[in-house]
Every structure is written in C-alpha cells, then in structure tokens.
C-alpha cells in the first residue's frame, strides 16, 4: 500500500504526458486534483491502520543493488506518518489552487505529480540511497518548476536553487557513503545502521560524516549561512510551488537531522550538539530581524520561514543534552520540533497561496503598494489574517502548541539559548502584524493599472478550497493535538534511545 502511495502519481504523470495537449487544460488539472485526492484518501487508510504502539510498519525490504548493500526498503513510523500526510494534504490543495493556470498546463501538472513521488518517496525511504535518490529527483522536479512556471528572475533563481541544493546532495552522499563504509558488512540500510552504530568510538570518523551530512541537510533545511538560495527561489516561484518548497521542501532537512543524523550518529551528535543549537539560534534571530526589514510580501515570508527552522534545529540540539533530570525535557523537545514540521508545512503553506492570490490580484509583492484590502477583499483578508495570528504561535494553533513543546523542552537543557530564541518570537510577532496592518487596514490602496482602476475580486472558490482546510487543520491540531502527538511520542523516545547510546 506504501508503495502505492508512493509511486501513483509518478505513474499518473507518465499518463497525462500521453495525453495530447488538445485534450484542454481542464483534463488535466482535474486528472491531478483527482490523482492528488486519491493519494490523500489512501495516506488518511494508513493513518488508520497504524498501530500507535510505535516501530516501522506498513515495510518493504526488496532487493535492489544487493552487491553493494542497497535495497528497496521502505516503511513509515511516527515521524514519517505526519509528513506523508502534510505532503498528501498539500499537493491536492495546490492542484485546487492552480485550477485557473493556463501555461503549459499538461506539463505543470506532471511535474507537480512526478515531485509529490520524490517527496512522499523520501519520507518512507529506510535506505540512505533510496533517500538521495528521491532527495535529488526533488530538486530537479523543483527547478523546474521555478525556471518554467515563475516570475520574470526565474531563470537566475532556479540556477541559483539547484546549484546550492544540489552541492548540499553531494555533501550527503558523500557523508552516506562513509557511513556505509564503516558497517560490516557494508550497507546504506538505515535500520540496520540504527542497530549496529557502526561509528561507534571512531570519533573522528563520526565527525567528518556528521560534518558532510550536517552541511547536505543544512542547506536544505536551510539554515544560517545556507540559507541565501531560499529568498529568490520562493520571490520568483509560482504559488503552488513556493507552497511545496516551504510545505515540504524544507522540511526534508530536517526530517534527514531526525531519521540520519541523531540516530546513526548519536556519539557525534551528542559532542557537536552545541553546533546546532548555535546554528538554530542564529537562524531564529537573524531570519526574524531580516524578515523585519522587509518591503516584499512573499520575502518576507521566506525569511520567517529561516526563523521557524531554526526552532527546530535549536530543539534537536538541546535532546542531546543527556542527563536524568532533563530526560522528560528533551523528549518533549523532539516531540515539539516534530510537530513544528507539520504545524509550518500547513501554515506558511496557506501563507503563500495567499501571497500567490495577492499578485495574482495587484501584480505585485510590495507591501507598500496596497492598503486597506480588508475592504475589498474580507475573506481574503480574514484568511490572511488567521494564518498570520497562527504563525505567530498564539493559543488554539498548531503553532503554539508546537513552538511550547520546543521551548519547555529546550529551557531546561539549554537555557540561554532558549531564552534568545524567544526574542524571535517577538519579532515575528512585530512583523507579522506590521504586515497585516500595511496591506489590509487604512485607507483602500491598490497597484496603478494602466488605464482602469485595477479590480481586486475576493478569494475565488477554488483558491478558497485549497487554503481553507490548511487553516482548517492547523486550528484542529491546536485544540486537539493529541491525535498525532500519540503518533509522534513513541518515535521520540525511540530516537532519543537511540542517541543515547
């Protein structure tokens, strides 16, 4: 079923791409909403059938590469489960969003399928190469949905995304392959790596793979000073895929700290620990003062995004603080930095449809070209406005439920830096609403449009359908968390064992 899940819209990709162009752009963006629908009606069955007493399930283990210990192993666990959903959650939303695109429409829609396969793929891979190799089809899936769907410096931007991202991959490969040699025998299995810690007591060993994998994950994730690639390649990518880069994308980085880093090198993550929690501190302070001192709507969002994973980093670091009396602690930590990778895929994925929705609107991203929208536009407003409150963490959002977990976590076993990184807290607050402020309230301001007053219609059905439950879940997962967190904790104690070692 896994395998299914993972593999139909690749295969339905192929399909469309079959099809002749003048069958209409219709048939085939309602083939992927379906398509997409399909994949989300099959990950809410497995979610189902999953047993929260923990461990991989629904697994595969095929031969592949036998000879040099690669395999076909496939599985989902409490930190792989979220993900798939939040993925199967977030392309269908996108399919609805893009109903109106009229440029290459057969393409656009295979690309977005192809890419929804490497992004559900990686996060069920068990396989160190099966990860790379979903980790890289999802660059080049993303590239060119920037370079051909963007905004007039796609060009430059997409180059400048593959080029950083990709030299991140090859880092991790490198870093994979040294971990493969240390196992006897050889072997990319994760699981298997889990068990023996083949890096055992080889501490300078352990920290140049760390340092090769740290850096892969890092520019993806990304972190301060991997971050510069992001900006541009979310300013000039359509909607729907800076919805998926931010949604999805980034959180590939850190899923890879959670599944590959912390578990398979727990010795060296426990020595470099304070690493990363400077790097998540660094990127929550310098991602919100830059954020700060923006003037672009949907730059500014990216930045907030560097601020939300240094959150996450700063909690990984803190777990592996060991000690009796911060154990509770660091589960929660791990716990919390889970969650912020759905609660920020749903958000920040709802942020920039709206941002998409506001050029499609006025052509552009400057905040200062718009005032007063609220009176136009009030749902489009209202939405704006929830995704906003929500982002800033506050009480009946998944954000609050999510950064608590990270920062009662983390106090405890690193209080200082936990003590800077509320400070990001308040300046995302300050920008976020600033933001608010500028483009909805006052007197009504709209971008000049040659010739006519330039209309700005409310949020359409279709736009409304795929930010709408976004927003919607993100309440739900604020007032009643629980339904996941039973999914999420025994993975953290697991991973946490596991670093313990």
């Keep these: 079923m896994l395998t299914a899940i993972v593999f139909l819209p690749a295969a339905a990709a192929g399909a469309l791409l079959c099809v002749p162009r003048a069958a209409g752009r219709r048939v085939f ?13 099959l990950t809410v069955a497995l979610w189902l059938g999953y047993d929260h007493g923990g461990g991989i399930q629904y697994e595969t283990n095929a031969r592949w ?24 959650l977030l392309f269908p939303a996108c399919a609805l969003y893009a109903l109106r695109e009229t440029r290459r429409v057969r393409e656009f829609a295979a690309l977005f399928l192809f890419l929804e396969t490497t992004c559900l793929g990686l ?32 060009a430059r931007a997409a180059q400048k995304f593959f080029l950083y991202t990709f030299l991140g991959s090859l880092a991790l490969l490198l870093g994979f392959i040294g971990l493969s040699l240390a196992a006897t025998p050889h072997t990319f299995d994760i699981v298997t790596l889990a068990e023996e810690n083949p890096l055992a007591g080889r501490s300078g060993y352990g920290a140049l793979v760390l340092l090769a994998i740290g850096l892969g994950l890092a520019v993806k994730t990304p972190t301060v000073p991997f971050h510069t690639w992001l900006p541009p390649a979310h300013t ?34 426990r020595t470099y620990a304070a690493v990363f929690v400077v790097v998540g501190v660094v990127s929550v302070l310098y991602g919100a003062l830059v954020a700060l001192a923006q003037t672009d709507f949907k730059r500014m969002i990216a930045y907030t995004s560097v601020n939300h994973m240094g959150y996450i980093l700063l909690a990984l670091g803190a777990a592996a603080a060991l000690g ?10 791990v716990t919390g930095a889970t969650y912020q990778m759905v609660s920020h895929g749903l958000l920040t994925g709802a942020l920039f449809l709206l941002a998409g929705v506001l050029h499609e609107r006025g052509r552009t991203y400057a905040m200062g070209a718009y005032s007063g929208v609220a009176s136009r536009a009030p749902v489009f407003a209202a939405l704006t406005g929830v995704a906003v409150f929500a982002s800033l963490g506050l009480p009946g959002f998944s954000g609050f439920i999510a950064e ?41 301001r709209l971008p000049d449009s040659p010739g006519t007053p330039r209309p700005f219609p409310d949020l359409r059905a279709h736009e409304a359908a795929a930010i709408v439950p976004l927003l919607a879940l993100a309440v739900l997962l604020g007032v009643f968390p629980r339904f996941v967190l039973d999914v999420i904790e025994p993975f953290s104690r697991g991973v946490l064992e596991l670093v313990a070692r």
């Design 404 to 444: 608590f977990q990270i920062l009662a976590g983390s106090l405890g076993p690193r209080p200082v830096a936990t003590a800077l990184a509320v400070l990001g807290i308040l300046l995302t607050a300050a920008l976020l609403v600033r933001a608010l402020q500028r483009i909805f309230l006052g007197p009504l």
């Design 29 to 41: 963006l309602l083939a992927w909403a379906a398509v997409s629908a399909a994949v989300l009606a």
């Design 123 to 154: 996060f069920a891979s068990l396989d160190l190469i099966l990860f790379f190799v979903f980790f890289d089809l999802s660059i080049v899936a993303m590239y060119f949905v920037i370079a051909g769907w963007g905004h007039p410096g796609a």
């Design 65 to 88: 590469i036998p000879s040099a210990g690669i395999g076909y192993h496939t599985g989902v666990d409490g930190l792989s489960l979220p993900l798939l959903a939040l993925t199967a």
């Design 324 to 333: 009796e009396d911060t154990a509770a602690a660091r589960r929660l930590a």
């Design 236 to 269: 000039e990518a359509p909607a729907a895929g800076s919805a998926i880069l931010a949604g999805v994308l980034l959180k590939m980085g850190t899923y890879g700290f959670l599944r590959i880093a912390m578990p398979l090198l727990p010795g060296s993550w």
